[in-house]
Nanobody, 128 residues
Framework: QVQLMESGGGSVRSGGSLRLSCAAS???????MGWFRQAPGAPREGVAA???????SYRDSVKGRFTISQDNAKNTLYLQMNNLKSEDTAMYYC???????????????????????WGKGTLVTISS
């Protein structure tokens, strides 16, 4: 079991930046980790994921703007979000899977495998 807690959400104008953090209650070494989001009235979607080997994957709409990273010493996952757009408005969730069900983080982003642990989310609102 691992507890996940997101922080860093907020309200910014279009073109701005935010950095989300996800603090884990224990080491997530060898876990798969990911960021997901859910906009009002829309299904949850994967945003970015990092596999146990450190490889990353992103959904197309955030490539070049978002960066997922992790600090294993701090048991923390990050999502740096730049050039934010109104369509990025959503509740953002951190999630973890152990054991990691796939070597391909893209399959986590696109929902082919379920994550085992979820945070409660942090709200990101982008205004134009």
């Amino acid at each position: 079991q691992v507890q996940l807690m997101e922080s860093g959400g907020g309200s910014v104008r279009s073109g701005g930046s935010l950095r989300l953090s996800c603090a884990a209650s224990r080491s997530t070494y060898n876990y798969c980790m990911g960021w997901f989001r859910q906009a009002p009235g829309a299904p949850r979607e994967g945003v970015a994921a990092v596999g146990s080997d450190g490889r990353t994957s992103y959904r197309d709409s955030v490539k070049g703007r978002f960066t997922i990273s992790q600090d294993n010493a701090k048991n923390t996952l990050y999502l740096q979000m730049n050039n934010l757009k109104s369509e990025d408005t959503a509740m953002y969730y951190c999630a973890a899977a152990s054991p990691c069900p796939t070597t391909e983080p893209g399959l986590l982003v696109h929902g082919y495998y379920a994550m085992d642990f979820w945070g409660k989310g942090t709200l990101v609102t982008i205004s134009s």
